[in-house]
């Protein structure tokens, strides 16, 4: 099998493309075919892992013009076309490249995000909208005398928001981040949310008020990219159509939202 990964780095004229050519083995994934070129071919190629290492959602890359955690993509499956998602148009699908789905898997650093080397971007953007969302859990109580019960119900509720595990998949799918550089993302977004119904806080409304802007909740178009390219299933356009709902309820909307 052939790897079609791009390139750039510091001092380079312009962006390429280079093809390595490797012995595919039984269950090898995007990961181990890019650890394979770097360990036997070449051992300049830069890209980001912390797979066992307790940080989940680091090795995302564009595969196959579809944004995916390398580590869990089989070199296989994506030669036989098994692993095909069709999505919404974003300016990343335009770039024109060369390549052969059933004998090349071709792999790219996440799109919207500035490229640091090779398949490394660099993910300061990102992790804004998190510290500016506050996106952290605020008890009621911060001294509670026993432990804090929450119903099954509850539980379940925010299981689908608390699996998000930050590998920007969605950022680097989502058509509205790539035009809108103040929007804060499917997954900031959905974990905003994810407090909002968190029963153990009371900042209830004041949590949605928090991206209560025209660049916020009402900025998402619904395009659905970033629930189909989740590793971990979470819908961040449910969480943003339920914050919408909600502050349309309570009359909060503002006034130039830029929807229809």
Known sequence: MKLKVFRQREGMDASRYDTFEIAETPGMTVLGALFRVQE????TLAFRYSCRGAVCGSCAMLINKVPRLACRTQVRSLL??????????????????????????????????????????DMSAFYRFYRMLDTVFRPTDENPVRERHMEPVAVKDLELYTNCILCAACFGSCPVDEKNPKYPGPAALATLYRFRIDPREDRGMERLEQANTPDGWWACEFHGNCRKVCSRGVPPIVAIGHARQELEKSGKKPEKTGDT
């Open 40 to 43: 036997q071919i070449d051992d």
């Open 80 to 121: 036989k076309g098994e692993q095909k998602i069709s999505l919404s148009h974003y300016p990343a699908l335009d770039e024109t490249v060369s390549w052969n789905p059933g004998k090349e898997v071709l792999v790219e650093p996440l799109p919207h995000l500035p490229v640091i080397r090779d398949l490394v971007v």
